[in-house]
T-cell receptor, first 115, second 118 residues
Framework: DADVTQTPRNRITKTGKRIMLECSQTKGHDRMYWYRQDPGLGLRLIYYSFDVKDINKGEISDGYSVSRQAQAKFSLSLESAIPNQTALYFC??????????????FGPGTRLTVL | AQSVTQLGSHVSVSEGALVLLRCNYSSSVPPYLFWYVQYPNQGLQLLLKYTTGATLVKGINGFEAEFKKSETSFHLTKPSAHMSDAAEYFCAVSDRRASNFGNEKLTFGTGTRLTIIP
């Protein structure tokens, strides 16, 4: 079974709808991240959480919110989806290694299309 | 602030030829550097990373990268390309000083899509 799972894998929705993307992990990591990937732009950080009580905005948090329900679960919400939020969304987890060089482990991604 | 520039959004090489993917970074403090690979319809996975010590880093699947501080580069190489290497490759940097305070985040480059020609 995959260590980091994302649901749904694909979603098509309409402008103005509320959407929730879910991420679960079995790696026991405290740190979790949400990224979006757009062609030619690479990955950009939306939100990150270093533990259940710690949530921080990334570089592109406008229009998004998150919830850290438990160590293993980190959800991303689009309160009112708009077409330029069409993208591939990735969840990732990490655990600080020695010297703080934690490797990030990625889920398979959710492809979101907003019409 | 830190940033990463990947030169060439698309690179094509023949099977058996040398693979060279370029990455230059900008960081006000000594960086940690990473290469991640994304196979079609999958998430990213770590190829290799540079933290401290030896500047030539070996990763999975025969890839390696060399940290050159004077050139602010961390280019990825593989001596002989295989068809299974076709994927998108991302260079990333994190702030060593922030990392020491437990506040490490990655900044990714825009990616290089590698195509292998049979």
């Amino acid at each position: 079974d995959a260590d980091v799972t994302q649901t749904p894998r694909n979603r098509i929705t309409k402008t103005g709808k509320r959407i929730m993307l879910e991420c679960s992990q079995t790696k026991g990591h405290d740190r979790m991240y949400w990224y979006r990937q757009d062609p030619g732009l690479g990955l950009r950080l939306i939100y990150y959480s270093f533990d259940v009580k710690d949530i921080n905005k990334g570089e592109i948090s406008d229009g998004y919110s998150v919830s850290r329900q438990a160590q293993a679960k980190f959800s991303l919400s689009l309160e009112s989806a708009i077409p330029n939020q069409t993208a591939l969304y990735f969840c990732a987890t990490s655990d600080p290694g020695s010297g703080g060089t934690d490797t990030q482990y990625f889920g398979p991604g959710t492809r979101l299309t907003v019409l | 602030a830190q940033s990463v520039t990947q030169l060439g959004s698309h690179v094509s090489v023949s099977e058996g030829a040398l693979v060279l993917l370029r990455c230059n970074y900008s960081s006000s403090v000594p960086p940690y550097l990473f290469w991640y690979v994304q196979y079609p319809n999958q998430g990213l996975q770590l190829l290799l990373k540079y933290t401290t010590g030896a500047t030539l880093v070996k990763g999975i699947n025969g890839f390696e990268a060399e940290f050159k501080k004077s050139e602010t580069s961390f280019h990825l190489t593989k001596p002989s390309a295989h068809m299974s290497d076709a994927a998108e490759y991302f260079c990333a940097v994190s702030d060593r000083r922030a990392s020491n305070f437990g506040n490490e985040k990655l900044t990714f480059g825009t990616g290089t899509r590698l195509t292998i020609i049979p």
